[in-house]
Nanobody, 124 residues
Framework: EVQLQASGGGLVQAGGSLRLSCGASGFTRGDYAIAWFHQAPGKERKGVSCITSGGGRALWGDSVQGRFVISSDNAKNTVSLQMTSLRSEDTGVYYC?????????????????WGQGTLVTVSS
């Protein structure tokens, strides 16, 4: 059974940084993609970034370009999202999700497995 565990959220001032981590387990095959999604209060869940088991990366949305970086540690089965220069609009719950389709896509319906989410609050 695939399980994802998101962590690293918290309260941070605008301009600050956070590093989110997603621990993954239970993959029976080596090929997968893990993505981070952001759900702001009262809004739809949106794709932020994704990485495949082959090392391919995607970053979605003009607002996160140059501020967020996704990385993976295959030995630890962990995918991280380094977030810098945080803004109030980055506030929300961040979910990590995985798909065995092996391709990154910003549509959350394409992901079969979800972590529980971690809350990020950016104070202005």
């Amino acid at each position: 059974e695939v399980q994802l565990q998101a962590s690293g959220g918290g309260l941070v001032q605008a301009g600050g940084s956070l590093r989110l981590s997603c621990g993954a387990s239970g993959f029976t095959r080596g090929d997968y993609a893990i993505a981070w999604f952001h759900q702001a209060p009262g809004k739809e869940r949106k794709g932020v970034s994704c990485i495949t088991s082959g090392g391919g990366r995607a970053l979605w949305g003009d607002s996160v370009q140059g501020r967020f970086v996704i990385s993976s540690d295959n030995a630890k089965n962990t995918v991280s999202l380094q977030m810098t220069s945080l803004r109030s609009e980055d506030t929300g719950v961040y979910y990590c999700a995985a798909t065995t389709r092996r391709l990154c896509h910003p549509d959350y319906s394409r992901y079969e497995y979800w972590g529980q989410g971690t809350l990020v609050t950016v104070s202005s």
